[in-house]
């Protein structure tokens, strides 16, 4: 058994030298046993796979055993035919030879688990290994990462025909598609509020004045306005009136004030701040404020024109339409400059994938610092249907219920853990749900699939908002982020940025009209992110999103999580989204977060947060996941919840989940003897626990194999001398 260093980018020729190099070290322990190897490394074990590794390369020199005779005896060796697999992959080639006795070849073949792999899979590999090694014969000196594995017809389907459709679109604005449907259909309703309802014409009005009172105020192209206002109509007519003046919205959820509003307000400096009087407070020191609901503004609101103060047409497509700060890595928000130029694809591609139509009314559920609030108007207004826009700062559980039947809504965008939260109902009006933001389960694509349009959407917020859309889920069909939307382009590449062969994982990249003008102020972090396409026009660039994807075998995106929220715990590096979908397969179980946790200093461990239709216990779910998961990956603890916490956004709040409390698989039984006592309190000290029984199992109650390790010591410094090594 032998591994190959590939790192580095070798050439054929270097990496012919490391395995010589490698293999005449290796001879000098020809004869160590396997069983040997694997005792004193003490690998992870489970009963998924081999401990050391899962992919064998064999190879036999000399060719096929030939026929020959002995003194009395016959031989003639037979083939064998071999019906199961050792190992995920096997490759074993044979050095042929003619009947001259000079080299004829290499044959092989491939030997496959067929738990893992389909006989199409196997032959793709297979063919795309040989294509390798006839580019690497023929160029010996080129880094092996540089030459290309798939074929001409494979690169056009992943290139081309599956990366994206284009179509000829107008650039439009939110406010000039608001326009053209307050001339064509002035008295259809545009926005509906709990004790009110705005038609086209007089949303229109109401923001051309706002409008011409802001460039009153010197604000137009180039200039930055923030809002900081509850969900009303004054936020939507602020957020077009901006628009209409030539500037580009700033949404700021009074909510989060206190979070990193100094930050955005010192990075971004608007030139006016647009809010209510009741807010005045939580703005002290911020300049250029406009108190929409103050007499003052009212009455010089009262004498605007009516009409437009620049033509409803954008002028320029990559002008900024709104900013929106995002979390960073760093732990400081950046802002994203979104432009004009996406928004008609987007609102395009919903109308015909969403079904939406004039009559359809859409609800504003999204806070209006998220792109997901843009969203939701771009729904509405680009079809001229009605938005739905509810007082309430976050809705949840009975209370959407309640909005979704009150209110006759036929469409919506709601996050799969704030979906979760809503109790069974037929919700009859509601025609069309989309998902987004966080990764939606199978059960929950089971429960809201039928009777419906469920659309599972994707897009990070430096492109605008949506990136791609799924086919209508069904219950039977694990959910996928679906194909590129109109005029948008989808890689999924490695780090050469070479595509990767479908059902292989990379890195997802973005390009297309949507992608954003970069963050704002940032150009180093900016030019890191938003990076030239190499597939695209001259000067065209893509959005390296840091997501992690595949492509499926029908042209459809899996989401598998985010390349930079891996963990490492015990030298093992962990995809914590990867443990929750196998949690998601038990019946049970309807919501589900693992996450890392360091609640003793210096001691990390896997803990899991579930929803469940009813109560399974932690040794029923360890069960469970053990039989997809090697032991490193097992959750330690496991902690039922009502429902998830949630952010403002709708998505998982991973900072307010609790700690766990101790887990006991049997009732508590006390140590009988001094020795048991001794053992006991070694357990609870190992495992940080304030008590131990005699019935407890050290892997159920949070131990793994490094602590049954350092528990065997303590036990023979203490209890044994004799104590066997784990």
Known sequence: ????????????????????????????????????????????????????????????????????????????????????????????LDEQRGADGLPGGIAGG??????????????????????????????????????????????????????????????????????????ERPHAAAVVLDDATVSYAELDVRANRLAHL?????????????????????????????????????????????????????????????????????????????????????????????GHPVPAQVVDPQDAAYIIYTSGSTGVPKGVVVPHAGLSSLGTAMAERLAIGQDSRVLQFSSSGFDASVMDQLMAFHAGAALVVPAAQQLLGTDLADLLER??????????????????????????????????????AARWSPGRRMINAYGPTEITICASMSAPMTAEEQPSIGQPIWNTRMYVLDDSLQPVPPGVAGELYIAGSGVARGYLNRPLLSAERFVANPYGAPGSRMYRSGDLARWRSDGSLNFLGRADQQVKIRGFRIEPGEIESVLLRHPLVTQAAVVAREDVPGEKRLVAYVVAAADPQPIELRAHMAKALPDYMVPSAFVHLPFLPLTQSGKLDRKALPAPEQQAAAPYAEPRTPTEKLLAELWAETLHLERVGIHDNFFEIGGHSLMAIQLGMRIRQQVRPDFPHA
């Open 214 to 306: 802001l460039r009153g105020r010197g604000i137009g192209a180039g200039a930055i306005v923030a809002t900081v206002l509850p969900r009303s109509l004054d936020l939507i007519v602020a957020h077009l009136a901006i628009v209409k003046a030539g500037a580009a919205y700033l949404p700021i959820d009074p909510n989060h004030m206190a979070a990193r509003s100094a930050f955005v307000f010192e990075e971004a400096a608007p030139a006016g701040v647009l809010t209510h009087a009741s807010l005045l407070p939580q703005l002290a020191g911020v300049p250029h404020c406009l108190v929409l609901d103050s007499d003052e503004t009212v009455a010089a609101l009262a004498i605007q024109s009516d």
């Open 1 to 92: 058994m032998l591994r190959t260093d590939v790192s580095g980018q070798p050439s054929l020729r270097e990496l012919i030298a490391r395995v010589r190099t490698t293999n005449l070290a290796a001879y000098a322990n020809q004869e160590f046993p396997y069983d040997r190897i694997v005792e004193l490394l003490r690998p992870e074990r489970s009963g998924a796979n081999l401990p050391l590794f899962q992919v064998m390369l064999g190879f036999q020199q000399g060719g096929s055993c030939l026929s020959f005779s002995l003194p009395g005896l016959s031989i003639t060796p037979q083939p064998v035919v071999v019906d199961t697999a050792k190992f995920d992959l096997s490759f074993i």
């Open 407 to 444: 209110q006759a809504v036929s469409h919506a965008l709601i996050p799969p853990a704030a979906l979760a939260s809503l109790p069974h109902g037929e919700f009859p009006h509601l025609r069309t749900l989309v998902v987004g933001g966080d990764a939606c389960s199978a059960a929950l």
């Open 110 to 183: 491939i030997q496959y688990s067929t738990d893992l792999f389909d006989r199409s899979t196997v032959e793709a590999i297979a063919a795309r290994l040989e294509r390798l090694l006839e580019e690497a014969c023929e160029a010996p000196d080129e880094a092996l990462g540089s030459l290309a594995i798939l074929s001409a017809e494979e690169n056009h389907r992943l290139l081309s025909d599956w990366s994206g459709p284009t179509r000829d679109l107008a650039p439009l604005s939110l406010a000039a598609m608001v326009a053209a449907h307050a001339d």
